[in-house]
Structures are given as C-alpha cells and as structure tokens.
C-alpha cells in the first residue's frame, strides 16, 4: 500500500502538458516539488533530513556520525529525482520510492531497521541542464571538479553557480563533502532496468556487477549564415552538411568497435527555418566494452570529418563490488548478475572506493530516457520486496 501511495504522489510531478513526458531538470519548479516532497516523506517516517555540500538530499534514521566513529558506516539506499527532458516516471524516482516503501514494508512487519540507515536523492544525475552525469555524485566525491561545475552553463548561458544562488543557496560552500561520505559503509541503488536483459530470462530483479566505459563530446561546426532563398548550393558553406557526415561517421565508428554512439542534442545558429545555420554545436555520447575503444571511436570521429572532438567527460568501467552482487544474487533468488550501458551516481561512489551495488527492475519493452519507459506493477513490488530483504540483512 505504501508503494502505491508513494508512487501516486511523485507521479503528477513534472508532468508537462504541452510536450509528452516527464520535465524534472535541475533547479526547475518539477525539481523543487521533488525535493520537498522528500522532505515531507522522509519527516513523516521520523527520518531527519539534511542537505550536502552539493545539494544532494539526505535521509537518515538513526545517527550515522556515531554508527561511523564506532567504525560501522551505515547502509544508504537512494538514486536521483530529476530527469532527461521529456523522459518516463521511473528512472531515478522508483529508487527513491522504493527505498521509502521498503522501510514501510519491514516496520510494518515489526523489524524496524537497528542501525543507521540512509536514503539519499542525488542531484543533476541526468545531466540534462548543465551537460555531466552524475554530476551531483561526482562533485560530492572530487572526480569532477567543484570550480570547472559552477562555470558549467545551460542553454541559456546560466551557470551553476548562478542557478544555485537563485534557488537560495550558496555556490562558495559547493564542493566535496568527506564528511557525508564518511557515513556510507554500503550504497545500494535500485533502478528500472535499461535495456532488456530479464523479460526474456523471466526474472523481475537482477543485480548490477559494473558500468561499462562511456563518454560525451562537444563538436563545433562553424559555417555561413545565409537567405535560404538566395544562396546558391554551390556558394554555400552550410554546416549542416558537415554535421550529416559527422553524424554517419559516428555510426559507423561505433559499428566497427561493438560501441554504440549518438547524436542526440543540437545546438544550432540562428535556428531559423530559411536561413542557412552560421554554428551547430552537436554533442557525441559514446559507450562500449573498452575505455580504449570509446576513445577510439570519438577520435575517428574527428579524424575522418575534420571537426574537432573535444571531450566534456569520460567514465572508465566501474566495476560494484563483487561480493556484494553475489551476496545481494543469492538473497533474492539468484537474480542474475548484468553490466549495464547507462551511467549510475551508484559508479560515482563505487568509483571513490564505496562498498556499492545496484538492482535493476524489468523493463519489459526495454526503453528508457523516454515517456514510454514503464514497469509493470507486479515487479514495482518485487523491487521493493527486494530492497526490504537487503535492509534486513545488510542493516547492522
Ligand atoms: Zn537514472
């Protein structure tokens, strides 16, 4: 029941009526409802809530400082709230809920978890306001730099630390927080499966062993602008066109090394219907097996178009902890153990030298970053059923 209340109340959120799906950027008013309804959820189950140096939300049962200075860091469940531009409702928010439900669900049957015991919400995860993933985790832990973060802009040129002056807080205590990573001894992220791995195995739950190596570029293509009308092809120097071979060239770079690349954000100079573009800026994501590969691909990318491939991020393989996947397998039935494609805050900590691991939910369609993405309810359960079992467990 818990679920299902938790669920309806975050579901309106950042629900748009002019374009199909979720719109929960960061800082924005969908963002905001978010944040406060954590609040609220988190203080009516007698949690007490703070917030970091970054701004991500924390959840806590207990006293993690005390569980930590006895030298028993405490379990954290969690994921993020915000979202792609007109994305679904379960990626990032079903982690959150389900972490609330799961306490639910294990005090309602009197076990009342013993030690301290976290929820978090991790910010800008998605990336889609100011261009890094996982950025809230990563400045958190110090891979991403806190000064190069408050200079990043969004599209209309806003930087973060003007975003975060605006929403009332103060960009000169932004930074790493040891403090707040000293409380987690192991952070555990349910999130909706992407991809589609367990439909056809018949499992509701798997457990994540690793993020595969990924990476973004900025390609800037300069051109002319000019009257559609007027202009002859041949007096043209339109950078469209360089784009469509930057685009197919992405492609076929990516076949060839078993990756996978998209072009999926345009930024383009006057964006007008009759004028030929004077910039497009397009920006590169690429994933595969291999750090070296990915790194190939983007290179290939510039060598063989001529514009330059200027690297905005890059994640090696993050590799959770195995005895952890194999204890969190055995704990729900042998899920099955799957690397994943898609970036996690989860990598973040992992990365810094956290005990971590995730677990993905079915996605029985497969699509993700879209407002079709779904779970069937059945498995929302599973899912929560799941995460009750590992407080029980884990929890100290
Ligand atoms: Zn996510």
Same mark, same amino acid.
């Given at each position: 029941v818990s679920f299902e209340q938790l669920w309806a109340e975050t579901l309106p959120i950042g629900l748009s009526d002019?374009?199909? &799906?979720?719109?929960?950027?960061?800082?924005s008013r969908a963002d905001w409802e978010l944040r406060e309804w954590f609040v609220d959820t988190a203080q009516r189950r007698g949690f007490s809530v703070e917030e970091d140096?970054?701004?991500?939300?924390w959840a806590w049962l207990g006293d993690p400082d005390d569980a930590a200075s006895r030298n028993r860091p405490s379990l954290v469940l969690g994921s993020h709230l915000d979202s792609v531009p007109a994305g679904g409702a379960f990626d990032g928010a079903l982690g959150v809920v389900s972490a609330f439900a799961a306490v639910d669900e294990l005090r309602d049957a009197g076990q009342a978890p013993v030690g301290a015991l976290g929820i978090v919400a991790f910010v800008e995860e998605e990336g889609s306001r100011f261009g890094i993933t996982c950025a &809230?985790?990563?400045?958190?832990?110090?891979?991403?730099?806190?000064?190069?973060?408050?200079?990043?802009?969004?599209?209309?040129?806003?930087?973060l630390a003007e975003s975060l002056t605006t929403l009332g807080r103060n960009p000169k205590t932004f930074g790493p927080d040891p403090d707040a990573l000293r409380r987690i001894g192991t952070y555990i992220e349910l999130h909706i499966e992407q991809g589609r791995a367990l439909d056809p195995a018949g499992r509701s739950i798997a457990v994540g062993s690793a993020i595969r190596p990924y990476g973004r570029w900025r390609l800037t293509i300069d051109g002319q602008a000019n009257h559609a009308g007027t202009t002859q092809l041949e007096d043209r120097d339109d950078p469209m066109l360089k784009l469509a071979?930057?685009?197919?060239?992405?492609?076929?770079a990516a076949a060839?090394?078993?990756?996978?690349?998209?072009?999926?954000?345009?930024d383009i100079e006057p964006n007008a219907i009759n004028a030929i573009p004077s910039r497009v800026t397009a920006w590169l994501d690429a994933r595969g097996p291999q750090s070296h590969l990915v790194k190939e691909l983007a290179a290939e990318v510039g060598d063989l178009t001529g514009v330059l491939a200027l690297e905005?991020?890059?994640?090696?393989?993050?590799?959770?902890d195995a005895d952890l996947a194999s204890t969190l397998s055995t704990l729900l039935d042998g899920a099955p153990i799957l690397e994943t494609g898609a970036g996690h805050d989860a990598g973040s900590l992992a990365a810094a030298g956290i005990r971590t691991a995730m677990l993905f939910v079915r996605n029985p369609t497969g699509v993700s970053h879209?407002?079709?993405?779904?779970?069937?309810?059945?498995?929302?359960?599973? &899912?929560?059923?799941?995460?009750?079992?590992?407080?029980?467990a884990l929890d100290s």
């Open positions: 002019v374009v199909p &799906g979720y719109h929960r950027l960061f800082g140096r970054v701004g991500n939300q &809230g985790s990563r400045v958190l832990t110090g891979s991403l730099d806190a000064d190069h973060a408050l200079g990043l802009r969004d599209i209309d040129g806003i930087t071979q930057v685009i197919t060239t992405a492609r076929q060839a090394r078993g990756c996978v690349a998209t072009i999926g954000k345009l905005e991020s890059f994640t090696h393989r993050e590799r959770f879209s407002p079709t993405e779904s779970i069937e309810h059945a498995d929302c359960i599973e &899912g929560v059923h799941g995460l009750a079992k590992v407080i029980a």
